[in-house]
Every structure is written in structure tokens, then in C-alpha cells.
């Protein structure tokens, strides 16, 4: 069983930063970040493997950078430059040995001035 717990989230002005961190628990391979606004469906974000392989959005390419500490069991999403639309409650995402899907609680990332 995995469980996985995302901190970091807040209000930041636009061209501002923020960090999320996705805690786990459990083995975990491949961890993907998703996002979802109000109204919209939920979308990948980035993704990133056990040996570090990433894959992005095109709408964050540039500004986002995943990276991931095996050690701390811990996937983090380096956020910059962040816009008004990337507004949303950011997910964390494993698949597990187990065949089920988990998902964290999201935290919730506003830019806004």
C-alpha cells in the first residue's frame, strides 16, 4: 500500500515560485504530478521515473522542473515564473505493485496579484 501526502501549496503573485513535495510511503516507481482547476478535468503535469527519466506538459515546459530524492522516498515540482492559469489543486500520483491507482489529497496552488 502507498500513501502519498503533497505540501507546499499557497498564494503567490504571478512570476513568483513555489516547491511541492510529495511525500510517500510504500515502494514507488514512476510519479506523476496532475493538476485540476475548477470546471476543468484533471491534466498531467509532469511525470518522472525511478531513474530520474522526466516528461512535461507543453503549457509548463520551461518553467517546471520535477525532480525526485530516492532516499527521501519524496518527488518534488519546482515551480517558476508561475501564471495566473496555472491556478489549480495539484495532485500527486503513483501506480502501485498492488495494481491500484493512488492519489494524494492535493494542495492548492493560487497565483494571483
Known amino acids: 500500500q502507498v500513501q502519498l501526502v503533497e505540501s507546499g501549496g499557497g498564494l503567490v503573485q504571478p512570476g513568483g515560485s513555489l516547491r511541492l513535495s510529495c511525500a510517500a510511503s510504500g515502494t514507488i516507481f514512476n510519479i506523476n504530478w496532475y493538476r485540476q482547476a475548477p470546471g476543468n478535468q484533471r491534466d498531467l503535469v509532469a511525470s518522472i521515473t525511478r531513474g530520474g527519466r522526466t516528461r512535461y506538459a507543453d503549457s509548463v515546459k520551461g518553467r517546471f522542473t520535477i525532480s525526485r530524492d530516492n532516499a527521501k522516498n519524496t518527488v518534488y515540482l519546482q515551480m517558476n515564473t508561475l501564471k495566473p492559469e496555472d491556478t489549480a489543486v495539484y495532485y500527486c500520483?503513483?501506480?502501485?505493485?498492488?495494481?491500484?491507482?493512488?492519489w494524494g489529497a492535493g494542495t492548492q496552488v493560487t497565483v494571483s496579484s
Open positions: 500520483n503513483t501506480f502501485g505493485l498492488d495494481g491500484v491507482d493512488y
